[in-house]
């Protein structure tokens, strides 16, 4: 085809594009001056949203003794011979299950318990998996006798961290214990809102809940405290509480201490636990003890973040990450259970004895 014959044939695909351009627009207009609304994410512009992710993942040590902390088991020559090899599946998994609770989109923040130090860490984020989302660190070593720590993951274009905080959990009845601290992250979320996060992990309950409640519940008093201060000194704060609290959504440490009620009420000044549904049903839980599923890891979120204006919680849910590989089947008590790394002594080589929770938050533009 010569020159002067092309000229026709580009005249009409130009026409033919500007009319489809002008059918859409025409369209569009039309949707929303007939009240049948638009479709933008069919357009590409859905609105901001993000996930955030809490996941006890359940002692990742590495393999070096501390001579600061009691974390000799996990070591080659210790009761669980904790090896290189074992750390390296140890992270692979922990990378898959990131990235798989992800969905379409890497968790923006990811708070994290159990965790022995930095180093650990940033093997993780180092991950193939993980490297080129190039999260930042928020971390501290803790005074646990153990030294497991709690963390903050967070994409830094995304959520913005303005300051943060250690708060000191301590017992009066006896001024020898020692805890994890609980961590507190102020910052800009979508580089507009105001987010206050706080990542828990309250004391166990080694050797029993009612011997040991009291150190529990002086972990919600301070936590208590610090939500206490921003709701006295900010009108309609942005709150996100997110741990493995070792307690239920109805035990006194979190019930009636922090006062995380069960009840939805939107824009109202105080904490309401999105888990409490999910507790209620009894159907289904973070982690397993013998029968019964529990719900220890929760999500607490103020008022502000349940109105259905700016910055909320998608559907008021919060959600609990159950994939088939993170689960192993219950031999004895029949049913499922998370797919965990040890069983006391003995390694099973699976991900955590806890599985993650999360929610997604979303901001009109």
């Known amino acids: 085809m010569n020159n002067r014959a092309q000229i026709p044939y580009i005249c009409f695909k130009l026409s033919f594009m500007n009319s489809i351009i002008k059918a859409l627009f025409t369209f569009a207009l039309s949707m929303i001056i007939w009240g ?5 994410e069919a357009f590409g512009q859905d609105d ?4 955030f992710v809490f996941y006890n993942i359940e002692n990742l040590f590495d393999i070096d003794d501390d001579s600061l902390t009691n974390d000799e088991e996990f070591t080659p020559d210790g009761e669980k011979r904790w090896t290189y090899s074992k750390y390296i599946k140890k992270l692979d998994q922990l990378a898959k299950t990131l990235t798989g609770i992800g969905e379409w989109q890497i968790p923006a923040i990811v708070g994290l318990c159990e965790v022995e130090n930095r180093n650990v860490l940033m093997d993780l984020t180092a991950h193939r998996l993980l490297k080129d989302y190039r999260y930042h660190i928020i971390h501290r070593d803790s005074p646990d006798r ?4 709690v963390a903050l993951l967070v994409q830094t274009d995304i959520f913005e961290p ?13 001024t020898a214990l020692t805890s994890r601290e609980i961590l507190y ?3 800009l ?12 992990h309250w004391p166990s309950r080694w050797g029993g809940k009612e011997y040991t409640q009291t150190k529990r519940i002086q972990a919600a008093r301070v936590l208590k405290y610090y939500t206490d201060s921003l709701f006295k000194a900010l009108s309609d704060p942005s709150i996100l509480i997110a741990g493995d609290f070792n307690d239920t959504p109805l035990d006194s440490s979190v019930h009636k201490i922090l006062n ?8 109202t000044q105080g904490l309401f636990n999105l888990m409490f549904p999910i507790y209620s049903a009894g159907s289904s839980g973070t982690l397993k003890y013998r029968a019964n599923w529990e719900v220890y890891d929760q999500i607490i979120v103020s008022g502000a973040l349940l109105d259905s204006k700016g910055l909320k919680v998608e559907g008021k849910k919060a959600h609990i990450f159950k994939q088939d590989y993170l689960l192993i089947e219950d031999e004895k008590y029949m049913g499922y259970k998370p797919f965990r790394t040890y069983s006391g002594p003995s390694y099973k080589g699976g991900f955590s004895d806890h599985l993650p929770v999360y929610i997604d938050l979303l901001r009109s533009r």
């Open 146 to 149: 153990r030294g497991i720590d």
């Open 48 to 51: 901001q949203s993000m996930r």
């Open 189 to 200: 979320l979508f580089g507009s809102d105001t987010l206050h996060i706080f990542i828990n």
């Open 162 to 174: 303005l300051g943060s905080m250690w708060l000191e959990v301590k017992f009066p009845f006896d």
């Open 185 to 187: 992250v102020k910052g």
């Open 260 to 267: 995380a009620r069960a009840e939805i009420s939107e824009g």
């Open 36 to 40: 049948h609304g638009f479709n933008a």
